[in-house]
C-alpha cells in the first residue's frame, strides 16, 4: 500500500511537472511528497528528476521507473476489474469454438459442471470445421476460446491447456475384436472400416502408418464427422480410429469401446485449449479452468 502511494507521488510529479502542483492535486503537502521522493532516490542511488527552475524533468532512470509504475498501474486496473466481474453475480457471456467430434463428449460435461457453478453466464459454443477456423475465430476475438487438435498457433494466440491422447481402434462392446487388449493394424483391415476423410486432422496419421505398414484400407464409409464414425461403430459393427477424447462420453457409458493398436501407439493427439495471447474475461478464465481440470480427467 505503502509502495503504491509513492508511486501515485511520482507518476502525479512526472505529470505536472511539479511537486507544488502535483501536492494540490493529491491533497497532500509538497514536502510530504518532496521528502519520499528523495529517500527513493538515495534509496536508488541515482536522481529520478532534473530539479529546473521552474520545471521538474524524468531523468533516464525516471523515465524507466515511470513506464514500469504505469504498467503496473494498468495490470492493477485490469485485476481489480476481474475481481469485480467475479464477485458474486458472475454474469455475461463466453464463446468456445470447438471441433465437432467435441461436441457430444468433453463440451456437454463441461457445459453442464460450469453451468452449475454460475447459472448467470450464457454459454456460446460454436462447432467449426477445421483448426485453420477456429484459431481464427479466437484470433478475432469472436470465440473467447478455442478447443481442438494440433492447432499451428500464430503469435497472437496461447496455449492454455493441453492432453495428449492416442489413436486406437474403436468398436463397439459386440465386435468381433472387443475383447482384445491390444491389436496390429492387419487386424482391423479385415472389419468394416470407417475412415476420417482428408479434410480431418487424424487422416495425415493413419495414411502414414497405412503406407509404412504396406497395408491397403478399403473403407466403408469416409467421413469428416466424428459423430458419423462414433454410430458407425456403434450400430454398424464397423471399426474406427479415434482417440479417448472422441468417444469420452460413450467409453463411460459402455457403449464403445477403444483398444491400443501398436502401429498408433506413437501417434499421439493434443487435444489444445486456446486463448488470445491478450487474455480474455474473468468469466472465460473460470471456464478454461473448469475445460483444463477436465482435461486433465481425461489424459
Known amino acids: 500500500m505503502l509502495q503504491h502511494r509513492l508511486w501515485t507521488y511520482l507518476d502525479e510529479v512526472a505529470r505536472c511537472g511539479s511537486i507544488r502542483k502535483a501536492a494540490g492535486r493529491l491533497h497532500i503537502s509538497a514536502s510530504a511528497i ?13 536522481p529520478l528528476f532534473q530539479r529546473l527552475p521552474r520545471k521538474m524533468v524524468l531523468t533516464a532512470a525516471g523515465e524507466v521507473l515511470i513506464h514500469h509504475v504505469r504498467q503496473t498501474f494498468k495490470e492493477l486496473e485490469w485485476a481489480q476489474i476481474k475481481i469485480e466481474e467475479l464477485k458474486g453475480l458472475r454474469r455475461g457471456e463466453v464463446t468456445v469454438a470447438m471441433m465437432s467430434g467435441l461436441a457430444a463428449n468433453l463440451i456437454p460435461r463441461m457445459a453442464a459442471e460450469f453451468r452449475r457453478a454460475n447459472p448467470r453466464v450464457k454459454l456460446i459454443l460454436r462447432q467449426m470445421t477445421t483448426g485453420d477456423d477456429i484459431t481464427a475465430a479466437v484470433g478475432s476475438g469472436e470465440a473467447d476460446l478455442g478447443l481442438g487438435f494440433d492447432f499451428d498457433l500464430p503469435p497472437s494466440l496461447r ?6 491422447g492416442r489413436l486406437g481402434a474403436v468398436v463397439a462392446p459386440g465386435h468381433p475384436l472387443a475383447d482384445k487388449t491390444s491389436l496390429r493394424l492387419s487386424d482391423c483391415v479385415p472389419h468394416p472400416l470407417v475412415i476420417a476423410d482428408k479434410s480431418m486432422v487424424i487422416r495425415p496419421y493413419l495414411n502414414e502408418l497405412f503406407a509404412r505398414a504396406m497395408v491397403t ?13 462414433r454410430q458407425a461403430a456403434m450400430f454398424d459393427q464397423a471399426l474406427t480410429f479415434l482417440t479417448p477424447f472422441d468417444i469420452e462420453f460413450d467409453l463411460r457409458s459402455g457403449r464403445l469401446m477403444y483398444i491400443p493398436v501398436r502401429e498408433l501407439s ?3 493427439q493434443t487435444l489444445m ?11 472465460g478464465s473460470v471456464l478454461a479452468e473448469t475445460i483444463k481440470v477436465m482435461m486433465g480427467q481425461m489424459a
Open 34 to 46: 518532496n521528502r519520499q521522493i528523495l529517500a527513493l532516490e538515495e534509496e536508488l542511488g541515482t
Open 159 to 164: 496455449m492454455l491447456g493441453s492432453a495428449v
Open 217 to 229: 484400407v478399403h473403407p466403408v464409409i469416409e467421413t469428416n464427422s466424428i459423430e458419423v464414425m
Open 266 to 268: 506413437q501417434q499421439a
Open 273 to 283: 485449449l486456446i486463448g488470445h495471447d491478450r487474455g480474455t474475461s474473468a468469466i
